[in-house]
C-alpha cells in the first residue's frame, strides 16, 4: 500500500526557516516524481515545487523560487522541501504527492492533475 508522510511543520516567525520531510513507502519510489503542494485556508491547492525521479531536474513555483529548494534521497525514500525566508503567505497545510504512474521523464511539472497519491499533510504557520 502505497504510503507518504509529511513532517516537519510548526509555527515559525517571519524570516524564518523549516524543512518538510515525506517519508514514502509501498511503491518502487525512484521511480516516480514527487511533488510538494500547499493549501491556505478558503484557497485552492497549489503546487510548489517538484522533483524528478532521479532528483536531477527540480522545478518551482514564482511564489517560493529562490527561498525554497528539493531534495530527495532515494535510498531513504524520503524527499525534502527545505524553506528559508519564509514569509506569512506561505501559511499552509503542506502536503507531498506522488505522480499518477511511474515516471519516464527526467524532468517534472507541479500540476495538480499528474498527481494521484497524497500524504496527510503538515501544518506550516508563518506568524509573529
Known amino acids: 500500500q502505497l504510503q507518504l508522510v509529511e513532517s516537519g511543520g510548526g509555527l515559525v516567525q517571519p524570516g524564518g526557516s523549516l524543512r518538510l520531510s515525506c517519508a514514502a513507502s509501498g511503491f518502487t519510489f525512484d521511480a516516480y516524481t514527487i511533488a510538494w503542494f500547499r493549501q491556505a485556508p478558503g484557497k485552492e491547492r497549489e503546487g510548489i515545487s517538484c522533483?524528478?525521479?532521479?532528483?536531477?531536474?527540480?522545478n518551482y513555483a514564482d511564489s517560493v523560487q529562490g527561498r525554497f529548494s528539493i531534495s530527495r534521497d532515494n535510498a531513504k525514500n524520503t524527499v525534502f522541501l527545505q524553506m528559508n525566508g519564509l514569509k506569512p503567505e506561505d501559511t499552509a497545510v503542506y502536503y507531498c504527492?506522488?505522480?499518477?504512474?511511474?515516471?519516464?521523464?527526467?524532468?517534472?511539472?507541479?500540476?495538480?492533475?499528474?498527481?494521484?497519491?497524497w500524504g496527510q499533510g503538515t501544518q506550516v504557520t508563518v506568524s509573529s
Open positions: 504527492s506522488a505522480g499518477i504512474k511511474r515516471s519516464t521523464s527526467e524532468t517534472c511539472d507541479y500540476v495538480l492533475s499528474l498527481y494521484k497519491y
Open positions: 522533483i524528478s525521479r532521479r532528483g536531477g531536474y527540480t
